[in-house]
């Protein structure tokens, strides 16, 4: 649906990826707004935790969000999933070296909001690029979720070519070899 703000949280399914923290942080907006214009995807495969994927979505289930949390299990084509979304989300609480999921994001010339922990702080630049949220804090995640649904198509646009820009600038095969 066009007509929603959709944000993609994608990863495999593993608790210190931040689903749940994701799960809340939308509960959350709906509790401020059940009006709210929002899809949020979560796309990834459970790789046989399926005791995990159960609680996530039985967490769903609970909170009434079925009809806003969408789950996909696997995606060939990843550039189409980005194409489709207008916010990437990044929730893990363990600190990861590099974070593929932000740069990915900013490739695409998306708008990412990420932890503020390991490689994100590295690879995002805040309230440039992107933006980067309290470590397992569901309502700081929640604001900034609000906060860039709040901003302009051209903000958005901006923010995702400051993205675009960022990665061709740091991160581009031979500069990573080096």
């Known amino acids: 649906d066009r007509n929603k703000f959709i944000v993609l949280l994608p990863g495999r399914l593993t608790p210190w990826k931040g689903q749940k923290i994701f799960i809340e942080a939308i509960k959350k907006l709906h509790e401020k707004n059940d009006n709210i214009s929002l899809e949020a995807i ?7 935790r399926k005791v995990y994927k159960k609680q ?3 967490l769903v289930q609970q909170f009434r969000l079925n009809k806003i949390i969408k789950f996909i299990d696997h995606c060939e084509e990843m550039p189409i999933a980005y194409g489709i979304s207008n916010l990437v989300c990044s929730c893990s609480y363990e600190p990861e070296a590099f974070g593929r999921v932000s740069v990915e994001a900013q490739s695409m010339q998306l708008p990412i909001i ?17 933006y980067l949220f309290k470590n397992k804090d569901p309502i700081a995640l ?8 709040e901003k302009d198509f051209n903000t958005l646009k901006s923010i995702g070519f400051e993205g675009r820009k960022n ?3 740091r991160f581009d095969v031979d500069k990573m070899c080096q």
Do not use: F, N, P
Request: proline share 0%; charged share 30%.
């Open 167 to 169: 990665v061709l600038k």
């Open 42 to 48: 979560i796309l990834g495969s459970d790789q046989g």
């Open 114 to 130: 990420a932890s503020d922990i390991g490689g994100s702080k590295e690879t995002i630049i805040d309230g440039k690029t992107g």
């Open 56 to 58: 996530l979505v039985d």
């Open 142 to 149: 929640a604001d900034k979720i609000a906060e860039v649904m």
